[in-house]
């Protein structure tokens, strides 16, 4: 069965400090890489996908992903964490196959960032 | 970046009865909308995929029947919660894709409550 891990329910972070938001997953072929944001009782906000090429891809507020295909992962990172960041983050994984491009989700992993 | 809403952003209804709700991409075409479901603390759970002007596709153990989706245009889908009762409490949540992206755009999401 396809699927998506997050292995890390929460990860807590100092404010000024780098983070990384964990993403591995088990899906046939060469899948689409997305991750979003979720802020309370809201949807959710697109921060960057990978498709193909460059294995570092940049997003929004300073977010960036590093895809490595021999590993299936698809680590979140930011240099310099905000207490702003703070929220629920969903790697998410569209298998090439689905012809819809639907996705299959991970179970997201909260951020705290600590003043 | 491209913007869907979603109304009512809250819904209260009694059991027994039918709630609709509304999920429209603004500024652009969206050929794919598809449906989840969020409880408290938990990933998305894709509930179907729509595509204008055909019959939308469940996923499996959603029922269809209770579960009403249309995709009348490219910037519409409705979905109808029918004979609604405390269980389909829930926050849902949709989703949009333009046939040129790959990624979904997310609506800011619907509390529906059955009392």
């Known amino acids: 069965a396809q699927s998506v891990a997050q292995p890390e329910d929460q990860v807590n972070v100092a404010e000024g400090n780098p983070l990384t938001v964990k993403c591995t997953y088990s899906v046939s072929g060469n899948p689409y890489l997305f991750w979003y944001v979720q802020y309370p009782n809201r949807g959710l906000q697109f921060l960057l996908k990978y498709i193909t090429g460059d294995n570092l891809v940049k997003g929004s507020y300073g977010f960036e992903a590093e895809f490595n295909k021999s590993q299936t992962s698809f680590h979140l990172k930011k240099p310099s964490a905000l207490v702003s960041d703070s929220a629920l983050y969903f790697c998410?994984?569209?298998?090439?196959?689905?012809?819809?491009?639907?996705?299959?989700f991970g179970t997201g992993t909260r951020l705290k960032v600590l003043a | 970046g491209a913007v869907v809403s979603q109304h009512p952003s809250r819904v209260i209804c009694k059991s027994g009865t039918s709630v609709k709700i509304e999920c429209r991409s603004l500024d652009f075409q969206a050929t794919t909308m598809f449906w989840y479901r969020q409880f408290p603390k938990q990933s998305l759970m894709l509930m179907a995929t729509?595509?204008?002007?055909?019959?939308?596709?469940?996923e499996q153990g959603v029922e269809k029947d209770k579960f009403l989706i249309n995709h009348a245009s490219l910037t519409l889908s409705t979905l109808t919660v029918t004979s609604a009762h405390p269980e389909d409490s829930s926050f849902y949540i949709c989703?949009?894709?333009?046939?040129?992206?790959?990624?979904?755009?997310f609506g800011p999401g619907t509390r529906l409550t059955v009392t």
């Open positions: 998410a994984v569209s298998p090439p196959t689905s012809g819809t491009y639907k996705y299959i």
């Open positions: 989703s949009a894709r333009d046939l040129a992206e790959y990624e979904q755009y």
């Open positions: 729509s595509n204008e002007g055909s019959k939308a596709t469940y």
